[in-house]
């Protein structure tokens, strides 16, 4: 069974940083598409950030230079770096895979990252 | 950067009646490998995104066959045949083929 468990939200103040973690199972996330995407209070979803098999990466505009997506091979885990936070960071953060296959899609439960005083 | 835009941002609909949600992008989504990479997602209050249709017409494992989406180059449609109470939630359009972007969401509720 596929499962992807996400850990390391929380409340940091601005110019903060976090590391978010999404331990996978069932899957390597290595040879998979990952991605992380957020979603502020009340708002739609974003993707912040995505890994590709090939090891390629990209980051949305708005998280370029602050952020870092890396996977942990042995561990089969999936990372993402946050430093210099905003307060318009603020968001539940999801880890995904989609490999637009018939493979299917799999979403973590959610990560709250708040960053306030 | 590709903008998703969804129409209408809500949808009321009486139960057993028929949902239509429109998605257009501000390029084409052909990839130079031939593939359209456009999913469907649901998203239930409370719960994570779960993934309806990819690559424009697919139908995920599990999904009910009252889900069909079509569509091509930029412009794209997800069709709810006959809507049920469990359909409630909000719904998004992403593009894979130039980076990945969502479209803004349309909130299906029961008149």
């Known amino acids: 069974e596929v499962q992807l468990v996400e850990s390391g939200g929380g409340l940091v103040q601005p110019g903060g940083s976090l590391r978010l973690s999404c331990a996978a199972s069932g899957f390597t996330v290595s040879s998979n598409y990952m991605s992380w995407v957020r979603q502020a209070p009340g708002k739609g979803l974003e993707c912040v950030s995505v890994?590709?098999?090939?090891?390629?990466?990209y980051y949305a505009d708005s998280v370029k230079g602050r952020f870092t997506i890396s996977r942990d091979n042995s561990k089969n885990t999936l990372y993402l770096q946050m430093n210099s936070l905003r307060a318009e960071d603020t968001a539940v953060y999801y880890c995904a895979r989609d490999n637009y296959d018939s493979s299917g899609s799999d979403w973590g439960q959610g990560n709250l990252v708040t960053v306030s005083p | 950067d590709v903008v998703m835009t969804q129409s209408p941002l809500s949808l009321p609909v009486t139960l057993g009646q028929p949902a239509s949600i429109s998605c257009r992008s501000s390029h084409s989504l052909v990839h130079s490998d031939g593939n359209t990479y456009l999913n469907w997602f649901q998203q239930r209050p409370g719960q994570s995104p779960r993934r309806l249709i990819y690559k424009v017409s697919n139908r995920d494992s599990g999904v009910p066959d009252r889900f069909s989406g079509s569509g091509s180059g930029a412009d794209f449609t997800l069709k709810i045949s006959r809507v049920e109470a469990e359909d409630v939630g909000v719904y998004y359009c992403m593009q894979g083929t130039h980076w990945l972007t969502f479209g803004g969401g349309t909130k299906v509720e029961i008149k």
């Open positions: 890994i590709y098999s090939s090891g390629t990466t």
